[in-house]
């Protein structure tokens, strides 16, 4: 399964983007489903994700309450509704599909820029 990441682009400071993850295989093939983001000199870092198993979805502290993922099992899709959107949180936003141990589905990334 591969999965393709769009939605990028750029946006004023307080602005929102939606962000989505086209898997080209059922989203339940893999054991979670993450969004990660790297910012220009620093590492990649998760941002938010949940197992396909179950009901719970998990965030980064820096994107608690203004980010939201959501799942569309019928479309195997996954989003990531960012709203109020800070310049910290330019980046290439990646998704991720985890697989047993520790292998990994990794989306091509889009950029999301964030003025002042």
């Known amino acids: 399964v591969q999965l393709q990441a769009s939605g990028g682009g750029l946006v004023q400071a307080g602005g929102s983007l939606r962000l989505s993850c086209a898997a080209s295989?059922?989203?339940?093939?893999?054991?979670?489903m993450d969004w990660y983001r790297q910012a220009p000199g620093k590492q990649r870092e998760f941002v938010a994700g949940f197992f396909t198993s179950g009901g719970n979805m998990y965030y980064a502290d820096s994107v608690k309450d203004r980010f939201a993922i959501s799942r569309d099992n019928a479309q195997n899709r996954v989003h990531l509704q960012m709203n109020n959107l800070k310049p910290e949180d330019t980046g290439v936003y990646y998704c991720?599909?985890?697989?047993?141990?520790?292998?990994?589905?990794w989306g091509r990334g889009t950029l999301v820029t964030v003025s002042s």
């Open positions: 991720k599909g985890g697989l047993a141990g520790s292998r990994a589905v």
């Open positions: 295989g059922s989203i339940s093939s893999f054991k979670d």
